[in-house]
């Protein structure tokens, strides 16, 4: 069965950093694009970054500047670092991975999210 398991979020002062982890575990045949998600209570999911297999990136214009999205392909695993974080950037974070589970089968998986809170 295919996980992804995220790792890294915590407490952290305003103006301090974080780096995420997300792991793909399971039987597939290949990770195709990543990205990393987040939902505060009371408001919408939106994007904070994605990262395609062709090493395309793109980032929420609330982030620009502050996070980087990376992966390791030899650990099945993409990092979201975190830059001089703002309350605003508390929120549950969740990464989303599309795997090819055969050469003609992928699907989108996600993980079970990591608190980020961002306060003094």
């Known amino acids: 069965q295919v996980q992804l398991v995220e790792s890294g979020g915590g407490l952290v002062q305003p103006g301090g950093s974080l780096r995420l982890s997300c792991a793909a575990s399971?039987?597939?045949?290949?990770?195709?694009?990543m990205g990393w998600y987040r939902q505060a209570p009371g408001k919408e999911g939106e994007l904070v970054a994605t990262?395609?297999?062709?090493?395309?990136?793109n980032y929420a214009d609330a982030v620009k500047g502050r996070v980087i999205i990376s992966r390791d392909n030899t650990k099945n695993t993409v990092y979201l670092q975190l830059n001089s974080l703002q309350p605003e950037d508390t929120s549950v974070y969740y990464c989303?991975?599309?795997?090819?589970?055969?050469?003609?089968?992928?699907?989108?998986?996600w993980g079970q999210g990591t608190q980020v809170t961002v306060s003094s």
């Open positions: 399971g039987r597939f045949f290949r990770i195709n694009d």
């Open positions: 989303k991975a599309e795997l090819s589970i055969t050469l003609l089968h992928r699907y989108d998986y």
């Open positions: 990262l395609t297999s062709a090493k395309n990136t």
